[in-house]
């Protein structure tokens, strides 16, 4: 009976493990991919042949159970005490300590100074960074508030060579190793095999996010989302304890963390872009130019920026992980636009970007009970920062980049008449990928719509919908008598 068999599996390579079945005296080998579901249904029909006798069901499940096994083994790795094991704790305030005391005084001297995010612009624009001021100041006072309880997170899209991916690498030099973590790319089961607390209060720089939109994709980002929501995660796994029981174990993951990734993609999953500030690279002529006159610049002259680095590392280090109390937050929330459901996380959104304005001002704010006060100030600050993507969120309004070229394609076709993909494309400054997705963004927002779609080789035809209004970010977030 089923009860007499058992099985052992040996890894031999990568992708190749041994399979020996015992039962009673007699014996059974083979040599399979345990991986593979399925190899293992071939495995478990070669068996049934050879003892006819033994249930099919039993033996599939524990092959399953093997191979889940092996599977954690193989892929994810874990600490000696599996689920026991925390990180230690960083002791920013000693480390700021330990740097020289000119590094520490220029940091706490910008931290009191009244125009701390002129002179933080000023600091990315040494780093090599050139215009994209919003953008920057919203990236860095994201990984800023990875010291809050409910951290900001962001996805940086644009254009191929727009320039994504450098300004998050510039401004994620000035902050320390401790208060960072860089991961270009990201598995299923990446964030659960890390020691317990590794994540917490960390900035995840993510890299360029993957072009694939489908199923798979969205199981690959689960574990993130979850992160980003929640905090913290737990994944339950099968393993077996030292009398060779498979039992299961918990790995948990504290948090929160922070987080930054960039892409190409016009268009994201919902459960992703919702979690996420959705924000843009300028791809204009002019930028470009900027661009180019900043590269042959420092062609001739080479900057030190390692005095900006350490400085930035010190105020990193200064900032207190103090709570911040928003007096306003009940008259902001009943001025905030309400009509679409997507407001509920995006006043979320807002509420922690006017706390890391406020936490980085920390040093120019008066405290409570142990919090940071928030001011109309650093509201009038986020509101800057957030008009887009806040537009994008609850009015349904475009991106810029969309905007200006929906008014290219105004200016080229008449309002009545058809046009194709190809005839959109033609003349326009961008990649043909840039264009497509912006003639997805706009289908989808309302602005346009396909007369017949692509078939083969044969383009698409669209037509501007004629009663569309072009809608603006102005006014999408209330006025609290901020100027």
């Known amino acids: 009976m089923i009860d007499t068999v058992t099985i052992q599996a040996t890894q031999k390579t990568k992708t190749s493990w041994s399979i020996t079945l015992l039962n009673g005296e007699a014996r059974f080998a083979d040599c399979i991919n345990l991986l593979s579901a399925k190899a293992r249904k071939g495995l478990t029909e070669r068996i049934v042949e050879k003892f006819p006798g033994l249930d099919s069901v039993a033996i599939a499940d524990q092959l399953e159970a093997i191979a889940a096994e092996q599977g954690t083994k193989e892929a994810e790795p874990k600490p000696s005490k599996a689920g026991s094991a925390t990180a230690p704790p960083v002791d920013r305030r000693k480390l700021a300590d330990e740097m020289p005391a000119d590094v520490r005084q220029a940091a706490m001297d910008m931290l009191k100074a009244e125009n701390l995010l002129e002179q933080l612009l000023s600091d990315i624009c040494i780093m090599g960074v050139t215009g994209e001021r919003k953008l920057a100041a919203t990236i860095y006072l994201i990984g800023t508030s990875r010291l809050l309880s409910r951290p900001v997170s962001g996805i940086v899209q644009g254009p191929s060579t727009s320039g994504k991916s450098f300004i998050v690498e510039r401004i ?266 912006w003639l997805r963004e706009l289908t989808d927002s309302g602005y346009l719509e396909v007369v017949e779609p692509a078939r083969g080789p044969k383009a698409a035809v669209w037509r501007i919908i004629l009663d569309a209004e072009t809608k603006g970010d102005e006014g999408i977030l209330p006025d609290l008598g901020v100027a």
């Open 172 to 437: 994620a030099k000035l902050f320390p190793l401790e208060a960072i973590f860089v991961a270009t790319s990201l598995t299923p089961n990446a964030l659960y095999y890390l020691l317990d607390g590794s994540l917490s209060h960390r900035w995840i720089v993510a890299g360029e996010r993957s072009r694939l939109e489908n199923d798979e994709r969205a199981e690959t980002t689960r574990a993130l989302r979850e992160m980003l929501s929640c905090g913290e995660i737990t994944k339950l796994v099968p393993e077996k304890d030292a009398d060779g029981i498979l039992v299961t174990r918990a790995v948990h993951q504290t948090g929160p963390i922070a987080f930054v990734e960039t892409t190409t993609l016009t268009r994201i999953f919902d459960e992703d872009s919702n979690r996420c500030l959705l924000l843009q690279t300028d791809e204009r002529e002019g930028q470009t130019k900027r661009i180019l006159l900043a590269t042959a610049e420092s062609r001739n002259s080479k900057i030190d920026t390692a005095p900006i680095v350490a400085k930035h590392h010190a105020i990193q280090r200064l900032l207190e992980q103090l709570p911040v109390q928003i007096p306003f937050a009940a008259e902001l929330a009943g001025k905030f636009p309400c009509q679409r459901t997507e407001a509920r996380r995006a006043f979320g959104h807002l509420l922690s970007m006017i706390e890391a304005v406020a936490l980085l001002h920390q040093f120019q704010r008066e405290q409570q009970d142990g919090a940071i006060v928030a001011t109309l100030q650093d509201y009038a600050i986020a509101k800057k920062l957030l008009a887009e993507p806040m537009g994008r969120l609850l009015g349904g309004s475009i991106s810029a980049a969309s905007r200006r070229f929906l008014e290219r394609l105004r200016s080229r076709v008449s309002a009545t008449e058809t046009w194709t993909t190809r005839e959109a494309i033609k003349g326009e400054p961008s990649s043909n990928r840039a264009v497509q997705g």
